[in-house]
């Protein structure tokens, strides 16, 4: 990973443009290409980035990130260098769930139409350029829905799959991505965030997953 401290200026040019005025920023350029640019404010989402593929092409004064697929681009002025560094950190052994998460994340892939027939399973652990989504699925009319799976879901779970339709809603190939945040319980104040960004919920039984029938009377 490269780490690039700079007072620079950011112009996005795309489907839509953005401009972010000159000042200092960390600049991430990760070994799978990805660019991402961060201010000193936030502790999980750039301020813009570039996922792969993409190409930097360093200039004097100018930098340019180009998406091999789309064309877009971010094109950033260089005003100062301060901080150059990079560090080669090896293959990243990911997030390790719990064995209850792990688990509910395999029986809703072999189950997926409990969220709704006609649904198929494209994988287990979408990669992101952020992370892995836990399931990536189509709906009965083909859309890509993006499920984050939980046992206990709050409101940082909700940030964490808004962050994750971002990135796949940038992808051609991909979009338009919806979202469904699962969970065994999920926090009254989750699904208020949740259903205001159009995210679905949905509470997950896990011994009904599992094909468990529960008795739940005395005699």
């Not at 950033?76 to 090896?90: A, C, P, Q, R, Y």
């Not at 409101?155 to 964490?160: C, G, L, N, Y």
């Amino acid at each position: 990973m490269r780490l690039v401290i700079a007072r620079c200026s950011v112009d996005y040019v795309g489907k839509l443009t953005a401009h972010l005025p000159m000042a200092p920023r960390l600049i991430l350029i990760k070994a799978d290409s990805s660019v991402s640019i961060h201010a000193d404010d936030r502790a999980f989402k750039p301020l813009n980035w570039m996922n792969p593929p993409c190409k930097l092409r360093e200039e004097e004064g100018t930098w340019t990130v180009t998406h091999g697929k789309t064309g877009e681009k971010l094109v950033l002025t260089m005003e100062e260098i301060i901080h150059d560094t990079s560090h080669e950190l090896g293959v990243d052994p990911g997030l390790i769930k719990d064995g209850v998460e792990a688990h509910l994340q395999e029986l809703l892939a072999e189950h997926i139409t409990t969220l709704g027939a006609g649904w198929t399973l494209v994988r287990r652990e979408y990669m992101t350029a952020i992370g892995p989504v836990d399931i990536l699925c189509r709906d009965h009319t083909g859309a890509s829905v993006a499920v984050e799976l939980k046992r206990r879901a709050g409101i940082d779970a909700v940030e964490q799959l808004t962050r994750y339709l971002e990135l796949m809603n940038r992808d051609s190939l991909l979009a338009p991505v919806s979202g469904i945040l699962a969970a065994q319980s999920i926090a009254p104040q989750a699904k208020t965030l949740a259903e205001d960004r159009g995210i679905r919920c949905v509470t997950l039984d896990y011994d009904e997953l599992r094909g468990i029938e529960r008795n739940d009377t005395l005699f």
